[in-house]
């Protein structure tokens, strides 16, 4: 049989030619480029993706902390009338208990001095001097005031404190305030400056001794809590206008125990996007009847 004669793979030394090399790096070239292109594009949108994701959720984290403080807003006249009121009720429950026993038994001096005696003490036992607080409640708890100087402040007590150490001198109630101040560009350079909102919302809180004349609201430390405003302000709703009002005067008798508070928000981010967002927030005490609590409580009758 004749032999089968093969070439071996290993026999051929030829390689490739120059002009093939050239094509093979001109291709590795370009993939090299198109893959450089697809990282780098990636890389960039990630980092503005999480940087208006991290401006959003700072913007949703400091409407969260508001919401917070103004839902534990504290104050005795949500559950109870105030001393005056109460004293005034009390004063004419008194009165016609004692015309009607004058009535039926007749009167003297006596009887009219201590009438007149009992409605002076009545009368003059609510006064509470300390500024921040609006006198005392029928349970003899000082009133807290809530402060509205401007439409982007608020100053009031909140329930919403928490003690960071243990023991400490504290309970969960402390002052808050929130007012608008201009950002502060120390330090920044000119492109990263928010022209368009230079404002900011800051809060302040004062934990200890809140039942002190005077509150150094200087001492406190003030931080932002939203940043990039170009405008902000509270509304408070009036149920006698059956709407919100700009400022809490306007609920007269109800200044210190609104139910309904509203944020207005004209946000700008860095990045130029524009929101305006309308924030409700529901003070979190049931509804209360101070007239009716003390009709009951005294028990008036025609």
Known sequence: MKGIKRNHIHQNENGFTLIEVLIAIAILSVLMTAIYTIVDSSVNTNDRVTKEDRERLQLEIGMMRIERDIELINSPLYYESSKADDNKAFAKAYNTSQSQS?????????????????????????????????????????????????????????????????????SNLMWVRYRVVTTSTEGQEEEEKNTEAPYSLTRTIIPVDIYNKDLDWGKAKEYPVIENLRDFSFEFYSPEKEKFVSSLRELNKLRNTPRLIRMNIDYVSKNGDELQLNRTIRVMWPEFNSSEDLKEKYDFKK
């Not at 005031?145 to 504290?170: C, D, P, Y």
Request: proline share 3%.
């Open 102 to 170: 004058q009535s039926r038994l007749g009167s003297s001096s006596q009887q009219q001095q201590q009438q007149q005696q009992s409605k002076n003490y009545v009368m003059t036992t609510h006064l509470y001097k300390n500024k921040n607080f609006d006198n005392l409640s029928a349970g003899n708890v000082p009133i807290p005031i809530i402060l509205n100087e401007e439409k982007g402040s608020l100053v009031f007590l909140s329930s919403a404190n928490r003690r960071l150490v243990k023991n400490m001198k504290q």
